[in-house]
């Protein structure tokens, strides 16, 4: 059996975008007129019951903010469409740039007043980095914002590539009229309100020229203007260059008000690419050979990018999200986690509607699977059916930037505070560091916020209250030697340095960015890693 028809129908994408640019909101439209959900939460009602339907987390509902990555999946146009939300907040774009490889396309949501923020830069350079096609959507365009041009000009400078726009708004803020649809060759007519469906929207075709200066006059006709400065300038939409992240299509309109959305998801089914080979590696001879994993592939593999520890807090549950690299998953699979060697066993296998999982059927390449586990499982592991010995690549952890010493305030709660910080180091919500020479644990984040939330979610799902400490240690890389008596002499030079991360790899601790340089004159042999890919493979270069 081939599974190039179902393979070839899935879409895989994220949302990138900095805060406050409107994801969330835009995340739930898509849902909404996808048909997966009937009423759209709203996140910025944060006293009201209803909470947007992908920020679950009780931390996320009190501030209004994605903190953890969503994984939602619904059928559009005979399409299944696998949409993963992911934090804005730059403290934690390591949860970020690690869906960022579980995903087949980008959606960047931009906003029209804001233009291309910080946090953006940096997704954008990930994106950049693994060549993901990436759409843009310009939102808020029902408020006063900067000239469109000027919007282009900024995110192909800072995309380094060009944007070849879909569709182009006629006016903003309170003369906003609508956008112009240069597939469909006809103009969508704006009206305000959140309960407004597509299907409501008037559309005008642009042969009735006058009908279109009749009903928006001087506004139109600027537009028009516009809209062929930005043609004549931009190159025609070419599909391979877009898949090979070269050039970007542009969309405009307004999340809040059902604005613009549809003809984003209509792209997301014509544009964005079905699942791609993935580079894995494979052992043999005690030698490794890469070799490209093809989504049609008969043999079952998949990827864990993402674990999360009690979704469901009345079952203290953990779920692995796995990516579907090729083949086909069905229920009661004997699967085989390749770095263990171990079976896993899950107790379920789900799809995701944000909180809402059903049990799975199938799936395929490009699907998100949830697999409810009691460990076992770590960040970057690669899941098979047991016939391929491979191991996927690319799934970066990153030094951290901050470090905070863990004191627990009751003595008696040591084991919670142990299994707290094994669960939450395993997921990848903050980096956790055992001292080789004893000690107090320590925390490696890349941002404040990151500290708040796993102090939040120590007490609430662990019973485990602690209190957190500055450190001295300002930064940590990971170490490899070239041969094990090299690697001793190391350790036993600097035995209050060395601490083991929750993959178990050892890492050097540094109180300030001269340690690095002068341990590496001292031991020339000794490689510093300021990234590291899954289980202590394939260690970035050395820094």
Not at 172 to 188: D, E, S, V, Y
Not at 396 to 419: D, G, H, I, S
Request: hydrophobic share 40%; with cysteine; proline share 5%.
């Amino acid at each position: 059996m081939s599974f190039v028809p179902e393979t070839r129908r899935r879409r895989t994408f994220a949302i990138i975008s900095h805060p406050d640019a409107g994801k969330t909101t835009l995340t739930e439209k898509l849902l909404l007129f996808s048909g997966a959900i009937q009423i759209a939460g709203s996140v910025k009602a944060r006293k009201a019951s209803r909470h947007a339907t992908s920020d679950w987390m009780e931390i996320e509902k009190q501030r209004g903010i994605s903190v953890a990555s969503s994984v939602m999946q619904m059928q559009y146009r005979e399409h299944v469409i696998n949409l993963l939300d992911t934090p804005g907040h730059k403290d934690f774009s390591e949860d970020t740039y690690r869906v960022l490889t579980a995903v087949d396309s980008a959606l960047m949501v931009i906003d029209a007043a804001n233009g291309v923020e910080a946090q953006t830069r940096r997704l954008i350079e990930v994106c950049r980095q693994r060549n993901t096609p990436i759409i843009t959507f310009v939102n808020k365009m029902d408020r006063e914002v900067r000239d469109p041009l000027d919007i282009l000009d900024e995110v192909e400078r800072e995309l380094g590539m060009p944007c070849v726009p879909m569709t182009w708004p006629v006016g903003q803020g309170k003369q906003f009229g609508g956008i112009i649809n240069l597939r469909t060759q006809a103009m969508t007519v704006f009206e305000s309100g959140s309960e407004r469906r597509p299907q409501d929207f008037d559309a005008i075709p642009l042969s009735d020229q006058d009908a279109l200066i009749g009903r928006f006059g001087a506004e139109y006709e600027t537009a028009v203007d516009s809209m062929e400065l930005a043609t004549g300038a931009s190159p025609a939409f070419d599909r391979e260059a877009f898949l090979a992240g070269k050039q970007t299509p542009v969309f405009f309109g307004s999340g809040v008000n059902n604005f613009g959305v549809m003809e984003v998801l209509d792209a997301l089914v014509d544009l964005a690419p079905s699942p791609r080979s993935r580079t894995s590696s494979l052992v043999v001879n005690k030698q490794p050979v890469i070799k490209e994993v093809l989504p049609e592939d008969a043999a079952f593999s998949g990827v864990v990018f993402k674990v999360q520890a009690n979704m469901d807090p009345s079952h203290r549950d953990r779920i692995a999200f796995v990516r579907v690299c090729a083949g086909k998953y069905s229920p009661g699979m004997k699967l085989k986690v390749m770095r263990s060697s171990k079976e896993l066993r899950p107790t379920s296998v789900v799809t995701f509607m944000s909180q809402r999982r059903e049990a799975v059927e199938e799936a395929y390449a490009g699907d998100i699977v949830g697999f409810t586990t009691h460990g076992g499982v770590q960040l970057g592991d690669t899941i098979t059916d047991g016939s391929v010995n491979l191991q996927f690549t690319g799934l970066p952890f990153f030094a951290p930037e901050m470090f905070m010493t863990v004191v627990l305030k009751n003595p008696l709660r040591t084991k919670q505070l142990q299994q707290g910080l094994a669960q939450l180091g395993e997921e990848g919500a903050i980096q956790v560091f055992k001292p080789e020479a004893g000690g107090n644990m320590l925390l490696g984040a890349i941002g404040q916020l990151q500290f708040e939330v796993v102090q939040h979610r120590l007490k609430g799902e662990y019973d485990a209250d602690v209190r957190l400490e500055t450190s001295q240690y300002t930064g940590a890389r990971w170490i490899t030697a070239d041969t094990p008596a090299e690697l001793r002499a190391f350790v036993d030079a600097y035995p209050l340095r060395m601490a083991r991360d929750a993959a178990d790899t050892l890492a050097y601790l540094c109180t300030s960015p001269y340690d690095v340089r002068l341990a590496q004159e001292r031991f020339p042999k000794i490689h510093f890693h300021p990234l590291r890919e899954h289980a202590g493979l394939s260690l970035g270069s050395a820094g």
